[in-house]
């Protein structure tokens, strides 16, 4: 059984910069690719981005490419998102995620097996 816990949520102005992090339980986290989900209310949980089991590889939804940075220390067992030149439209409650070990990031909510309990990010105008 692995556990995520999501923090470093808040309230920051449009431009300002935030760092999520997700640290998770139990010896598997080496092994396991990891992605970071939004979900704002009234909207389908949606994926921000992914990061390979080594941290090697990342790949990011079209609308934070070039703002956010997925990274992980996996002697920390801890995964990060930094999100930088943040908008309004980016205010929802962000997930981390852990796959089954061995298995690659995806984009999509039902490949991934643990979640965290979600961490509030608001952006103001």
């Known amino acids: 059984q692995v556990q995520l816990v999501e923090s470093g949520g808040g309230l920051v102005q449009a431009g300002g910069s935030l760092r999520l992090s997700c640290t998770a339980s139990g010896r598997t986290f080496s092994s396991s690719a990891m992605g970071w989900f939004r979900q704002a209310p009234g909207k389908e949980r949606e994926f921000v981005g992914g990061?390979?089991?080594?941290?090697?590889?990342?790949y990011y939804a079209d609308s934070v490419k070039g703002r956010f940075t997925i990274s992980r220390d996996n002697a920390k067992n801890t995964v990060y998102l930094q999100m930088n030149s943040l908008k309004p439209e980016d205010t929802a409650v962000y997930f981390c995620?852990?796959?089954?070990?061995?298995?690659?990031?995806?984009?999509?909510?039902?490949?991934?097996?643990?979640w965290g309990q979600g961490t509030q990010v608001t952006v103001s105008s």
């Open positions: 990061i390979s089991r080594s941290g090697g590889n990342t």
């Open positions: 995620a852990a796959r089954t070990p061995a298995m690659g990031p995806t984009s999509i909510v039902s490949d991934y097996r643990y």
